[in-house]
């Protein structure tokens, strides 16, 4: 491969997408790479491939964006204006599910199979898609996928688009067209073929985010998504927008920290770790400079929260970063985004850009001495990239596989500085903690679950959508609220990640403590509901084949344990056991254990969780076939 990419030449639209990202080149171009593939190695590496290799994704994406896939000659490209060896170069390229390396047509609809679009009409859809079309084109790499047709739209399979709430979902990717992309949800077989034949998305399916609370004085959270206009920085400060930050302003870096920490505002991401304690490691150490993420690549099959937030309130997100990078001496920001939120990044890169032009970012913020500024940096295709030092080694321009700690990303995190890693929701709350301080905060709750949470009801459910509830309100009282099918079967908690419950077992308060007497977890908040028409060993297989999937492939317990896992599975489905049901369940067993306990990160540690609920809990693969 690195003599071909050594050999082809990029067309003049691969060079323009390029260097639009990168800058015009210092020298301009000869035609084609100037080093030979025997003397790369002098020509590639050194401080030139560190100080620029953070642009390689953005400007492979670039590529994609423009032309539709990656081509040699763009490839090698890139590769030249960076100083970076091909064989990484393409590594990286194809670690990504949404960069295609090997030819794609312009248009694709990226159609969401998960399981919180399966059972809700996804199926009717494809249906129609390969009546329209033919099948689904394959990810990478297919013989027959070099014989489409650039200019002939296609289909294509896809993890949760983080449109649960609104199933079925798709994505429309249009090369020839960047404003045509859509994530479109309550997809119907008829809008289905219309865009396969070529036509516009309609009015985008998330132009007026809403949630099934709006209007509500108990919320916090959602209090101004669907009542505030999320484009104008004029509607927000009239909201109470940016009083917040004059307060930490007032209150300086050391009294923001004292009210979080008052707050016992623990992570909304899943770990739930104590957010006071890790800004205050930040904030202490001596190297420089201070790095702050916001964590919102958000992939966890039934969540969208996040999106929600971003779309809703996205100056609130600008504003809470702000508090944050304040308060732990951060001068630079990213958002590692979803790249399959397209609304989300063109509402947050408006808030980003209004709030700069009023002198909220950048130079001297309020007149004070202090300086911050934000950056938008879209993933590609990897749930892997929602673990944070995998999210580092992405923005880094790398394959997303995790780091081995210690050391931590306080001390160490992107680009080897101390680094603040958030999630939006977490972020989201620090607003109200410094508005009206920790101990009013840590009053909303339980004693050791403070504050209000995000819930994503999604599935049987009468009214889908994020649910803000005080910690401690009950797993069942909420399913009432959201109309939960009186046929229910069982709640996935937790997301694919989480834990399977029996609808008789959800009367129990929805805390971190109470989760634990539960033996399950909130997780990212996803409460997916599945009723007596749906098929759970259909839903268990989805989720072992999205582990298999996602998996990195760095660590051998979680690339080889999600594969024997999905085997498994399937085996006892199928009725075709080896060596009857109970080996295969010891099997099962054997292999969560050393997933749990020898996995780098939380993604091979927590892929046996739902299986084994199911299995234990529900009772599934008891009796053949599915």
Request: hydrophobic letters at 45%.
């Amino acid at each position: 491969m690195d003599i071909r990419l050594l050999q082809a030449v990029p067309s003049d639209t691969e060079r323009a997408a390029v260097d639009a990202v990168l800058g015009a080149p210092a020298s301009g171009w000869d035609g084609g790479v100037r080093v030979n593939a025997r003397d790369s190695h002098l020509a590639y590496g050194g401080r030139a491939m560190r100080e620029r290799r953070h642009e390689l994704v953005p400007a492979l994406q670039a590529l994609q964006a423009r032309v539709g896939w990656i081509s040699e000659g763009g490839l090698g490209y890139v590769c030249e204006r960076l100083q970076v060896p091909p064989a990484e170069a393409w590594g990286v390229a194809t670690f990504y599910a949404l960069l295609a390396t090997s030819p794609r047509p312009r248009r694709m609809l990226h159609v969401c199979d998960d399981v919180g679009c399966r059972d809700n009409g996804g199926r009717e859809v494809e249906a129609a898609l390969v009546a329209a079309g033919g099948p689904a084109v394959a990810h990478e790499p297919s013989g027959t996928h070099m014989q489409l047709d650039a200019n002939t739209p296609a289909w294509m399979h896809s993890p949760c688009l983080g449109l649960c709430d609104q199933a079925p979902a798709v994505l429309v990717t249009d090369a020839g067209d960047p404003a045509v992309e859509r994530l479109i949800g309550r997809v119907t077989a008829d809008v289905a073929r219309a865009l396969l034949a070529g036509a516009a998305p309609g009015a985008d399916a998330l132009a007026n985010t809403v949630v099934p609370q709006v209007g509500d004085p108990s919320l916090v959270l959602l209090q101004r998504v669907g009542v505030v206009d999320p484009t104008s920085l004029t509607a927000y400060r009239n909201a109470g927008g940016y009083a917040a930050l004059g307060r930490a302003l007032q209150l300086g870096a050391e009294g923001v920290i004292a009210e979080v920490t008052a707050s016992r505002l623990v992570g909304r991401g899943g770990a739930a770790f104590p957010t006071g304690r890790k800004w205050e490691a930040v904030r202490t150490q001596r190297a420089t400079p201070h790095y702050l993420i916001c964590n919102a690549d958000e992939s966890e099959p039934g969540t969208f929260k996040d999106r929600v937030l971003l779309t809703g309130d996205p100056f609130a997100i600008v504003e809470a970063m702000t508090i944050a990078a304040f308060a732990t001496g951060c001068e630079h920001g990213f958002v590692y985004l979803r790249a399959e939120y397209p609304l989300a990044n063109e509402r947050l890169q408006g808030a980003i850009t209004q709030a700069r032009a009023a002198g909220l970012l950048g130079e001297n913020i309020l007149g004070q001495p202090f300086r911050f500024d934000i950056e938008i940096r879209r993933g590609a295709g990897a749930y892997i990239c929602g673990e944070e030092t995998a999210l580092f080694e992405s923005i880094e321009g790398k394959r997303g596989e995790p780091r081995s700690k210690p050391p931590f990303p306080v001390q160490s995190g992107v680009f080897g500085k101390p680094t603040l890693v958030n999630n939006v929701e977490t972020l989201a709350n620090v607003l109200p903690i410094v508005l009206h301080g920790g101990a009013a905060f840590a009053a909303i709750g339980t004693t050791q679950s403070t504050g209000t949470r995000l819930f994503c009801l999604s599935g049987a459910v009468e009214r889908p959508g994020v649910y803000e509830a005080p910690f401690g309100t009950s797993l069942k009282a909420l399913l009432k609220t959201a109309g939960a099918s009186p046929r229910m079967r069982a709640v996935l908690l937790g997301g694919a990640a989480g834990t399977f419950l029996p609808a008789a077992d959800t009367d129990f308060p929805l805390s971190l403590e109470g989760a634990r007497a539960a033996e399950t977890t909130l997780g990212s908040g996803v409460v997916m509901v599945f009723d007596d028409s749906q098929d759970l060993e259909a839903a268990v297989l989805r989720i072992a084949a999205f582990f298999r999937d996602e998996s990195c492939g760095q660590c051998v317990p979680c690339r080889v344990g999600t594969v024997r896992q999905e085997e498994a599975l399937h085996r006892l489905a199928r009725g075709k056991t080896r060596g009857g049901a109970e080996a295969e369940f010891a099997l099962l067993e054997e292999i969560g254990v050393a997933m749990r306990d020898a996995s780098i990160c939380g993604l091979g540690q927590t892929a046996y969780a739902a299986v084994e609920s199911a299995v234990k809990r529900l009772q599934l693969f008891q009796g053949g076939a599915v």
